[in-house]
């Protein structure tokens, strides 16, 4: 949803990835300009899809890394005679987008931008991820966001580069009436349109807008996060702090979560924290100290003397960082109830969006005692003896 919102925040982002996938359905519409393509030894056209944000890092990666090898064939095919007149012509005007310097710049910078933000996203889909992990990721990419503000010059040098040109696309400008405006408004205006070049005109509108964009999407998503992540912050310490800020911290999570805590969780906590630091040096390093407090309390079967802890470690460890757990159901659902299987009954089609999505564990299960039994079961043949 970040990468989204700021793919749609200007004209330029927009018509940007309309030329990505004009050049996947250019090269997969035939196969004869496919294996032109493939020939020049270069990463296939990827499609742009609106729902997987990952397509566009993938198109915008081959586009990044071939991009000369795209202009070669394109010019190619608009060169061939035998090729149709409204093929040559697609041909030789996908060319001439891909030799504009805007285009070389944009294919740079949102390929380092997709990248980022696609590495993240896995981060974020780890089902063993906590929320402080996911909030430290998301800081870390807007740090990286803010640090490409000041990049503007890197990019449009990469861009001439990839482009060949150094000139921008003009743009024609409807001048103002001075018949219908004061002289005085005319002039300072003219003066300060004359003091902006097209290369200035560009980052404002076109790459500081999309920036800006970024950084208030993560912003509010950060917020989201940190508003959940700052009432079970104290766990990260808990052996550190005094027993007055830990009965506080308590508190404050007995106030939000009344029905799920009791009032005695402070000296609850009071108590697990010395607990915790007798057995605080058996942490492996990849694991979390919150799950490993969970662990702790099982393993130890103190349930019964940190009842309260135990539930919110567990309700902190259960917290859903993403949603793509939930949007992947649907994406299962809908395979699996086609038109062929309309007649299933609820309770079938739950058991089998169930195996679907959780088939890594189904693949480990041993079938042959299941089998064996229902073979018995169904079984015709009476045994005689």
């Known amino acids: 949803m970040v990468a989204q919102s700021a793919a749609e925040c200007c004209h330029a982002a927009v018509d940007f990835f309309g030329v990505l996938e004009e050049i996947y359905v250019f090269f997969t519409a035939s196969t004869h300009r496919y294996e032109i393509l493939t020939k020049k030894a270069v990463s296939v056209p990827k499609r742009i899809n609106t729902t997987r944000w990952s397509c566009r890092a993938d198109a915008t990666k081959a586009l990044s890394e071939g991009y000369s090898q795209f202009i070669e064939a394109l010019d190619q095919i608009a060169d061939d005679r035998d090729e149709l007149a409204d093929v040559r012509c697609k041909a ?51 740090v990286f966001v803010e640090s490409k503000r000041d990049s503007f010059k890197e990019y449009e040098k990469e861009g001439i580069d990839k482009s060949g040109t150094t000139e921008y696309v003009r743009k024609r400008e409807r001048r103002r009436n001075v018949r219908l405006n004061p002289l005085e408004q005319c002039q300072s205006a003219t003066t300060q349109q004359a003091t902006l070049t097209q290369s200035d005109t560009f980052r404002i509108e076109n790459f500081l807008t999309v920036i800006d964009q970024f950084a208030i999407s993560l912003q509010q998503r950060l917020l989201a996060y940190e508003l959940v992540s700052g009432r079970f912050s104290f766990l990260q310490k808990l052996d550190e702090l ?46 979390s100290r919150e799950n490993f407090m969970y662990k702790l309390i099982r393993d130890k079967q103190v349930q019964g003397s940190f009842p309260n802890v135990e539930i919110v470690l567990r309700m902190y460890l259960v917290l859903m960082i993403s949603n793509c757990s939930a949007e992947r159901s649907f994406s299962k659902l809908k395979l699996i109830k ?24 189904l693949r480990q299960i041993n079938f042959e005692d299941l089998v064996t039994t229902f073979a018995k079961i169904k079984a015709r043949k009476v045994s005689l003896h």
């Open 338 to 361: 086609n038109r062929l299987r309309t007649t299933m009954c609820s309770g079938r089609l739950s058991h089998l969006s169930l195996m679907s999505i959780e088939s890594d564990i």
């Open 242 to 287: 005094p027993p007055h800020e830990i009965l506080t911290a308590a508190s404050n999570l007995v106030d939000i979560y009344k029905d799920d805590l009791d009032a005695c969780l402070g000296n609850e906590l009071v108590q697990f924290a010395e607990f915790f630091a007798s057995f605080k040096d058996e942490q492996a390093v990849d694991v």
């Open 92 to 142: 030789r005007g996908l060319s001439e987008r891909l030799c504009q310097l805007e285009t070389g710049i944009y294919t740079v910078f949102w390929n380092d931008m997709l990248q980022r933000f696609n590495a993240t996203s896995k981060i974020l889909q780890n089902p063993k991820l906590d929320l402080n992990s996911a909030v430290a990721a998301i800081k870390s990419l807007q």
